[in-house]
């Protein structure tokens, strides 16, 4: 079955300092990837989306990410973190080639030390 | 402002009693959906409606039915409530499908007691 995993659960990162955020799909083929964040008592917002062409893409709030074909990666990146990007990110798949179907991962609690 | 507007924001129910969360968006979306967010496990979808008048199961339907009243509005019904159902719960929205981008709303936190 495919799924999508976030293997870590909570990151802690300085204001300003790089920030990498994993994610791994086990499918056999590319399925559309996406991801979310979700701020304190609110609903998920979408950040960005990859399905084919550039495998580095770029989101809104200054997020980037890169699909690696070979690791089943999507990692998300940003350069220079903000405290206001303190949330809960998700990764998300679709392996439905464009469907109704959005699997989410179990999220990683990203917490931005000033 | 545009978006996806869920009811109640808390709600706390005895074990057997049943309830309808509600669900509007007015975005002029065709596809919505029903997920359940609980820690550690992230979002799990339990119905979903692709268009007006159709309804699916997500991975985790069973102790839930749905409607989708019309283009606008999409419940979601517990009929007997078990404390398994402790949760919070999402409505989202898409033009069409998970490439379009959902638009959620900001939940509902339900406790079974």
């Known amino acids: 079955a495919q799924s999508v995993t976030q293997p870590d659960i909570h990151i802690t990162v300085s204001e300003g300092a790089s920030l990498e955020l994993r994610c791994n799909y086990s499918?056999?083929?590319?399925?559309?990837l996406f991801w979310y964040v979700q701020s304190p008592g609110q609903g998920l917002q979408l950040l960005l989306k990859?399905?084919?062409?550039?495998?580095l893409v770029q989101g809104i709030k200054g997020f980037e990410a890169e699909f690696k074909r070979s690791q089943s990666s999507f990692n998300l990146r940003k350069p220079s973190v903000h405290w206001s990007d303190a949330a809960e990110y998700f990764c998300?798949?679709?392996?439905?080639?464009?469907?109704?179907?959005?699997?989410f991962g179990t999220g990683t609690q990203l917490k931005v030390e000033l | 402002n545009a978006g996806v507007t869920q009811t109640p924001k808390f709600q706390v129910l005895k074990t057997g009693q049943s309830m309808t969360l509600q669900c509007a968006q007015d975005m002029n979306h065709n596809s919505m959906y029903w997920y359940r967010q609980d820690p550690g496990m992230g979002l799990r979808l339990i119905y979903y409606?692709?268009?007006?008048?159709?309804?699916d199961k997500g991975e985790v339907p069973n102790g839930y039915n749905v409607s989708r009243l019309n283009k606008r509005e999409f419940s979601l019904r517990l009929e007997s409530a078990a404390p398994s159902q402790t949760s919070v719960y999402f409505c989202a929205s898409s033009r069409d499908r998970t490439w379009d981008g959902y638009t959620f709303g900001s939940g509902t936190r339900l406790t079974v007691v």
């Open positions: 499918y056999g083929a590319t399925p559309y």
């Open positions: 990859y399905f084919s062409g550039d495998t």
């Open positions: 409606s692709a268009s007006e008048g159709t309804t």
């Open positions: 998300a798949v679709d392996v439905t080639g464009g469907g109704n179907k959005l699997t």
